[in-house]
């Protein structure tokens, strides 16, 4: 099978055509958005990382915004910033420049002020932007896509409903040579030893259990025993009986690859196939982690409730702006209405009363994969106005 | 006639797809298509589970094709099964499950 992308000078291949002004910290989102919002086609990339935190975090935030702009879904970027900024705008443009695409760095030392960098930033952005409007999509093999996928708002049947078909959705595209990404390693406990055994190597099977125990040390440091409290009593209210059954749910999402490795944040799979990332579970740096490591759309699958009854991705869901996320939901809040159709993408709703399989949802959530991946506009794309900054991930202590 | 899901072939439960009450026909659904029926003997609610077998003190209690716990005390096949009756194989569940209501 086939879709239609962008083919990239690095050899990956977009399914948008973005040109990215990323900022380079804080300080710089008003100058990145003000240069992205002056002209059509051009994408923001904002964020909350500020010059107060320590090494690793800094690490952190350089390879997300220098893999944010890597990413296959960007054409272009423009990095901006102040200039002082740790990572600094300049580091960050030499990352992404190692995926051969145009990218520039503007910052306001260099610069000699605010107006020469905005001028500048505006004859950048259209130079590039009549650029990549002439690119044309091309047919590419499946092998070709990585998909990301995190579930969130979890119900009693999110496990059997929304997971289960994601999880045949990463089957079926590993089986055409593709690449899938989870993550979330708090939800790994518990079911450890189960993805453990599918781990093609004893290295990566180890991996995976030291990512787990970090998680829960790191818990534990804090004074709270994950062990003890789980299922929370709202899950065992929901149905869930024990936290294997919790983890079993949670992994659904996965289907049942074998798995090829166990990355970093935000590091890229040098293979095809299925990969755990190590990272929390809070949806925007999770998902900002797996669009650093080259995924071009996101599965995002939900239960529902009241998390169903509101606008999905643009709050909660964490938005990536480079990044189309097909929303996937359970148990929608009842009574659906029409204007509730605009929150969601794929209705699984259709499992629990019977008039379709987990199979056939699959399928159709398949079928949406392809469509948007070649150029179908998520609900969330649609939608204009409000944004949401991208949260960083950190470990560290704050200044 | 209820449902309830299937999700594995290997399974002794079937996730209720709505409230079921005790004597209510369940029609089962696999991945894939209908499975069968079973008759509920007690009442299950929207998302928790029923045994489609009988399951010993000690047995295996599967869910996704895995073990989700072990059964404390014999389930009979039409049962509810939950906090009650299973415990995990891996971990102690809340101190406090004993006092909660559900």
Known sequence: MEFLGYERPDGSVGVRNHVAVISSGRCANEMAATIADSVNGAMPVLHTHPCVRLKEDNEWALRTLAGLGSNP??????????????????????????????????????????????????????????????????????????????????????????????????????????????????????????????????????RLEEAVERMEAGIKATGVDIRGSQPTRGNIEGGLTTIEEKSLGALAKTG?????????????????????????????????????????????????????????????????????????????????????????????????????TVDQVAERLFEEVIAVACGKLTKREMRSGYREPIVMYSTGPIL | MKKALKINPKDNTATALEDIEAGDSVKLASKSGPVGEIKAQQAVPFGHKLALANIGQGEKVLKYGEVIGLATQPINKGDYVHVHNVESALLPPPKEVKQWNF
């Open chain 1, 73 to 206: 879904n960007v054409a272009a970027a423009i990095v901006v910033g102040v200039g002082c900024e740790n990572p600094t705008p300049y580091q960050i443009g030499e990352e992404i420049a190692k995926s051969k695409k145009p990218v520039e760095v503007l910052t306001i030392m260099e610069s000699k002020g605010f107006q020469n960098l905005m001028d500048r930033g505006l004859e950048l952005i259209h130079e590039m932007i009549s650029q990549a409007c002439q690119m044309q999509r091309k047919p590419f093999p499946l092998s070709y896509l990585t998909l990301g996928v995190k579930c969130g708002g979890s119900s009693a049947v999110s496990g059997v409903a929304s997971n289960s078909a994601g999880g045949q959705v990463f089957d079926r595209l590993i089986a055409e040579g593709g690449t899938a990404i989870f993550s979330e390693t708090a939800e790994v406990i518990g079911a450890t030893h189960l993805l453990a055994k599918r781990a093609v190597s004893k290295e990566v099977a180890m």
């Open chain 1, 256 to 356: 049942t690859a074998p798995l090829q490795g166990v990355l970093e944040y935000a590091e890229k799979p040098q293979s095809k196939g299925l990969f755990f990332m190590d990272g929390s579970a809070m949806t925007s740096e999770l998902i900002a982690g797996e669009a650093a490591a080259g995924i071009q759309i996101h599965i995002y699958s939900t239960g529902g409730g009241l998390t169903s009854s509101f606008r999905c991705p643009a709050g909660w869901g964490g938005e990536i702006p480079i990044l189309p996320q097909i929303a996937v939901v359970s148990t929608p809040s009842k009574p659906r209405d029409s204007q509730e159709k605009e929150f969601f993408d794929i209705y699984a709703d259709t499992i629990v009363e019977g008039k379709e």
